[in-house]
């Protein structure tokens, strides 16, 4: 009935999430308010280590792309449930370090980190950074050198595959402001740039080919040309790299007829190509990585909303709008996502009735959906939109200085408040008198 596992309706006939009554949740912690179940992002990460374990024997690592939902509460539980993180600017470093995440299970991404983060990083002693172009190996090199460490790095490949998916989060392809291209050149060159660096220890390559991914094919392609490269590397300079980076990607449930590809499915098939490659090639099987954000985080999170004025055009729309908006979740704005939603306080009740769920900043793109089918609703009812829990939290704003919502998390059941919700003095706190 629910897009998400972890919804239900209970015996009072609310929307229940993780075995917790949201209507209840709404008037404890106030709306809008991001819900997200630990209990639900553990099974998800527990599949992935699972996945790792039956077709790959371990031999690697699962890294949580914590740009998905990056706070401390969620920092805690994939790094309790063994996995890596995977970081992008000093702040999400910082935060997972305040998680008392192990360093060495970081690794640092981005196509243009700057120089103090870059520093940051190495005097924490993340565990690998993932180089994106020649200059930041100059500035990997030039900064390991001054702290005296030896830094270990993947190079960031571009393997010119496509993957079908928004163009805004494809960036797998040869014009991609990510990644050095293997058909360009520009890979290899990176790769010899930092086999001569003296403080670089080149562990290997890794890749990340666009979100929002259903098909297994893209990531099976996307190992091969990769390991083709890690052969070639190996003709040209006699050095054999054992690090491989698949990335992340894989897609979750927004509406019914999306059809995710299982954690099983995408490590089966990828560990199987490379087991194929390697034999057929004598090339040592490598140390895999994968790098899950959404489909750790996005089902496992809702948001809750009051409605307020309900508006109906008639022979046109009717328009529902929430006391949240693109300032919360930016998705629709940024490339018309889709969701489905329902109206928890009336979750037993049929859902018969289509309406743009509309935030309340000012601008007309500041929808949820444009057409979404929940029960009607009237001011003053909690609506719950699902699949909130990626690139909602991490992407929000103060847009029309509206303050961030608070963040729940559900955890063996129980739920505790994980991020206050901001006022306005924090809004202002930085503004002069
Ligand atoms: C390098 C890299 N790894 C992993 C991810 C996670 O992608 P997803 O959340 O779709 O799994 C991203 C997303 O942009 C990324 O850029």
Redesign the pocket.
């Known amino acids: 009935m629910f897009v998400s596992d972890n919804a239900k309706v209970n015996s009072a006939g609310n929307l229940e999430f993780s075995g917790v009554d949201t209507v209840a949740l709404a008037q404890k912690y106030g709306t809008p308010l991001y819900v997200t179940s630990l209990d639900g992002v553990k099974a998800s990460c527990a599949e992935f280590t699972a996945a790792l374990e039956k077709h790959y024997g371990g031999r690697g690592m699962i890294l949580y792309?914590s740009?998905?939902n990056c706070n401390t509460a969620i920092c805690k539980a994939v790094s309790s449930s063994g996995f890596g993180l995977?970081v992008?600017s000093g702040g999400e470093l910082y935060t997972a370090l305040k998680a008392k995440v192990n360093p060495a299970k970081i690794c640092f991404?981005g196509n243009n980190k700057t120089d103090s983060e870059l520093r940051f990083a190495i005097e924490s002693g993340v565990g690998r950074i993932?180089a994106d172009s020649m200059s930041e190996l100059d500035d990997i090199e030039a900064i390991a050198a001054e702290t005296g460490k030896k830094v270990k790095v993947l190079v960031?490949a571009n393997p010119g595959v496509e993957a079908s998916t928004h163009e805004y989060?494809m960036?797998g392809q040869v014009d991609s402001k990510?990644g050095l291209s293997i058909e360009k050149g520009d890979a290899l060159a990176g790769v010899l740039k930092a086999l001569a660096s003296e403080h670089i220890e080149l562990a290997g390559i890794?890749c990340?080919i666009?979100?929002?991914?259903f098909e297994v094919l893209p990531f099976e392609d996307e190992a091969e040309m990769l390991m083709r490269f890690l052969v070639d590397i190996r003709e040209l300079t006699g050095v054999t790299l054992q690090e491989l980076n698949i990335?992340?990607?894989?897609?979750v449930r927004y509406v019914p007829s999306d059809d995710p590809l299982s954690a099983d499915m995408i490590i089966g098939a990828v560990a199987a190509r490379v087991k194929r490659f390697c034999a057929e090639s004598g090339f040592p099987e490598p140390f895999l990585m994968f790098?899950?954000?959404?489909?750790i985080v996005a089902n496992n999170g809702i948001t809750l909303y009051t409605v307020g004025c309900v508006k109906e055009i008639e022979g046109v729309r009717n328009y529902v709008s929430i006391d949240g908006g693109m300032f919360d979740n930016p998705r629709y704005a940024l490339y018309k996502a889709r969701y489905t939603a329902c109206v928890a306080n009336r979750a037993d009740r049929p859902a018969d009735y289509s309406a743009a769920i509309a935030g309340k900043c000012c601008e007309s793109g500041d929808l949820i959906g444009k057409d979404i089918t929940i029960q009607r609703p009237e001011r003053g009812d909690v609506l719950a939109v699902f699949t909130t829990g990626?690139?909602n939290y991490s992407m929000s704003s103060n847009y029309n200085r509206n303050p961030r919502p608070a963040m729940v998390v559900i955890e063996n059941g129980e739920d505790r408040l994980a991020i206050r919700r901001e006022t306005y003095a924090d809004i202002a706190a930085f503004d002069e008198e």
């Open positions: 792309a740009k998905a995977d992008v991404h993932f960031r989060i960036t990510f890794d990340h666009g979100s929002q991914i990335g992340g990607g894989f897609g790098e899950p954000g959404r489909a990626a690139y």
